[in-house]
């Protein structure tokens, strides 16, 4: 057996807990992540709607005189200007939340390889236990 001091079943109860405790806390993960970037797509979806209304009125010159062109492209622009301004402000948010979970991730392989080894301890053990029952009574 294993040097915890731990019968088998304490131990796959304990990592039966902490199994279930890793699947909730990805699970929040994920939907946190999933419930940002779809806030992320919804504004950039507001932004495209926007950006429509600014080629929807450049492209309806007719009847203005050139100096009002001018100031509504002048205005555009500065519109344009502003909302790439925010889409790069965004951007890096979103390259933000990336290097999160780039974090959570390398956390999640490192819980992995602990969980692989306590599972290659727990082989280790049942292998035993086995050996030792699979013994007649007289040999052990």
């Known amino acids: 057996m294993g040097s915890s001091g731990k019968s088998l079943e304490e131990r796959v109860h304990e990592l039966e807990i902490w199994?279930?405790?890793?699947i909730t806390r990805d699970t929040v993960t994920v939907t946190r992540f999933e419930d940002e970037f779809g806030a992320v797509h919804s504004r950039l979806d507001d932004l495209d709607a926007g950006m429509?209304?600014?080629?929807?009125?450049?492209?309806?010159?007719?009847g203005r005189s050139v100096?009002?062109?001018?100031?509504s492209m002048s205005v555009d622009i500065g519109n344009l200007a502003?909302?790439?301004e925010l889409l790069s402000c965004r951007m890096s948010t979103v390259e933000s939340d990336i290097g999160t979970m780039k974090l959570d991730i390398g956390g999640?392989?490192?819980d992995i390889d602990g969980l692989k080894s306590d599972v290659g301890g727990m082989k280790s053990?049942?292998?035993q236990i086995l050996g030792i029952l699979r013994k007649p009574n007289g040999s052990r």
Request: overall charge neutral; glycine content about 6%; charged content about 30%.
């Open 19 to 22: 199994r279930d405790q890793q």
């Open 52 to 62: 429509a209304g600014i080629r929807a009125s450049i492209g309806d010159l007719d």
């Open 67 to 71: 100096a009002s062109r001018l100031i």
């Open 82 to 84: 502003t909302s790439q």
């Open 108 to 110: 999640m392989k490192l």
């Open 125 to 127: 053990d049942i292998a």
